[in-house]
Nanobody, 124 residues
Framework: QVQLVESGGGLVQAGGSLRLSCAAS????????MGWFRQAPGKEREFVAGIGRSGGSTYYADSVEGRFTISRDNAKNTVYLQMDDLKPEDTAVYYC?????????????????WGQGTQATVSS
């Protein structure tokens, strides 16, 4: 089992920044690729960003490419999502997830463990 706890959400104006954190416990953190997903009201959960086990590879959804940065610190068992130049359409509950795959995957069903989510709200 892997337990994931997100933090760092909040309310910010358009153009502002937020940094989300996800702390992991349980099985060795470096055994998992990590992903960030988000879910807006009335919409399906969607992939935002992913990072490989060592942190050497990353992948982003087109909608956040160039504005968001995913990183991880395996010594601290933590994955981060730096969100810059935020837009109202980025408003959602953000979830981190762990995947035992060697690759970065983008489908919700492929991830093994999920956090409880943290709300990020961007006002116009």
């Amino acid at each position: 089992q892997v337990q994931l706890v997100e933090s760092g959400g909040g309310l910010v104006q358009a153009g502002g920044s937020l940094r989300l954190s996800c702390a992991a416990s349980g099985r060795p953190f470096s055994n998992y690729a990590m992903g960030w997903f988000r879910q807006a009201p009335g919409k399906e959960r969607e992939f935002v960003a992913g990072i490989g086990r060592s942190g050497g590879s990353t992948y982003y959804a087109d909608s956040v490419e160039g504005r968001f940065t995913i990183s991880r610190d395996n010594a601290k068992n933590t994955v981060y999502l730096q969100m810059d130049d935020l837009k109202p359409e980025d408003t959602a509950v953000y979830y981190c997830a762990a995947d035992a795959s060697w690759f970065i995957r983008t489908t919700v069903s492929e991830y093994d463990y999920w956090g409880q989510g943290t709300q990020a709200t961007v006002s116009s």
